[in-house]
């Protein structure tokens, strides 16, 4: 065991020490030994690929000879009397070399000298080799269209087994550059589909095959690719502002062939926040609301089977409930033979009926509120009063819908524990009702009498 791990440490000792010795090189002014073997290619001794040239010569006997330089001229390079010293194989006992650093279709000279500790052969003779054209992409590649924001890609597989992984390229019209977006690995592979595209527009794509030791194809035919447009924006949108309680919105039906529902947006004001009412195949929703003379803004869009949804902001669409009935005008209060009576007017044509609210004090702690409604002329009279209490009169417009006005101003009757016959006279005095419109303020009618 001890001679083992002796024999393995001198053994990794001798490959360090070999490995850090210096490369030998020509000298600037060698000297040429005549009698020195000049290397000599066998009959096969040149194989070339696209990126890397073999080199195969014959066995040298000759003890004195330590290595080989290896010279080499590329074809593309212009040579001034340089110095073309390229490698050196240090082992006399080497036939072959691999070059790595070659580009496909390109030519390349190869020439050899062998060297000895003092001197060096003559120059062997000029071997010229040309590296393989790049390899061709996939012979076949096709495109579907119409998708929505993404693009199919599909190809034959490459028939050289050499093959690993393709890259996939692409631009749009206005690039001038292909850009990778993705590599797709093994040979067999034979489809990409690019997600998260525009709508309705043009991208490019091709493919280059890349081997197992790195050499990438020439690009493949290119193919285009449209995909699918938004559906087509609606236009013709209309909302009522004259229903009660509703506001109907109704639009012009879209021809699209997959068609799969609409969707209504809503929002306070035109340019506000708008979000989603609801989603309906029919061209037209209604949107019930308990406010009167509410206002809302209406947006409409489509959207198709794929889940594309047109475009809505550049049409939106004003709807309002039906507004409240014009408040009554007071015109009179009386308070006459025990009884009240108001009198009121109302130009409003939408008025059908009025709602007279009468509040008063039953007691101390105890507040009474009585509604009549279903009055039909501009006249109440309320005979149940009872003495030294305080009554307050509203008087609502009342339309076909049962939509009641803002209430008029308020009118405030006090009656007496008893009159003479001097003040029942002065009570029977018209009471001049001031018009307001403002029901915050609560005017108040005050019966002549209570000013003296």
Known sequence: MKLWILTTFCTASLLILSGCGAKATPKKEAVIDETLPIVTLTK????????????????????????????????????????????????????HYLDTNIKPDSQYSYYFKTYSNSAESRKSETTLIASLALMNSVTWIHSIQNMPRSAKIIWRPHTNEKVKEYIIQRRTLEDEKWRDIVTVKGRLNAEFIDKKLKDKFTYKYRIRAVTYDDIVSKPSEEVNVTTKALPNEL??????TDLAKKIEIKWEATTIKDFLFYRIYRASSVNGNYKKLLDTKDNFCVNSIKEDGKLYFYRVSVF???????VSKNYSVLGRTLIKPAQPSLVEAKLIDGKVKISWTNSDERVKSYSVQKRYKKSLFESSIEDFEDIKGIEFVDSEIEPDKTYYYKVFSVDANGIKSTPSIEVELKVEKSITNSEQLQLEQTIEVKKSYDDSAKDVITPIQDFN
């Open 304 to 310: 198709d089977m794929d889940g594309l949804e047109s």
């Open 44 to 95: 096969n001794g040149t194989i070339a690929d696209m990126n890397a040239i073999a080199l195969e010569w014959t066995p040298i006997d000759d003890q004195r000879v330590k290595g080989v330089y290896i010279y080499k001229i590329a074809s593309d390079v212009k040579s001034d009397n340089k110095d073309e010293y390229y490698d050196t194989v240090s082992n006399r006992f080497s036939t």
């Open 235 to 240: 236009t013709q949108i209309t909302a009522t």
